[in-house]
Nanobody, 118 residues
Framework: QVQLVESGGGLVQPGGSLRLSCAAS????????MSWFRQAPGKQREFIAS??????????DYTDSVKGRFTISRDNAKNTVYLQMNALKPEDTAVYYC?????????WGQGTQVTVSS
């Protein structure tokens, strides 16, 4: 069993930045896919970004709406995944969730609120 705890959310003005962290109780190196999702009020949870490891390589994938603004990274030594969010927009307001996946099994964190407003 792995527990994921997100942190770093808060209130930020449009154009500002935040860095979210997702700390795992276990070794994230065993999870080949670490992802961030978000859910805005009244909307379905949506994929934001993934860091995917396999075959000795690691690459990232992003949804179009955050490409060029958000960066996902992982520190296996610290068992932590990060989401650097720049040039934030009001439409980025949501609860952000971390997910760890391996072989069809996924674990979710409880989420952290991000509010972008002036």
């Amino acid at each position: 069993q792995v527990q994921l705890v997100e942190s770093g959310g808060g209130l930020v003005q449009p154009g500002g930045s935040l860095r979210l962290s997702c700390a795992a109780s276990g070794r994230i190196v065993s999870f080949n896919v670490m992802s961030w999702f978000r859910q805005a009020p009244g909307k379905q949870r949506e994929f934001i970004a993934s860091t995917i490891s396999g075959g000795g390589a690691t690459y990232a994938d992003y949804t179009d709406s955050v490409k060029g603004r958000f960066t996902i990274s992982r520190d296996n030594a610290k068992n932590t995944v990060y989401l650097q969010m720049n040039a934030l927009k009001p439409e980025d307001t949501a609860v952000y969730y971390c997910r760890a996946s391996r072989g069809g099994i996924s674990y979710w964190g409880q989420g952290t609120q991000v509010t972008v407003s002036s």
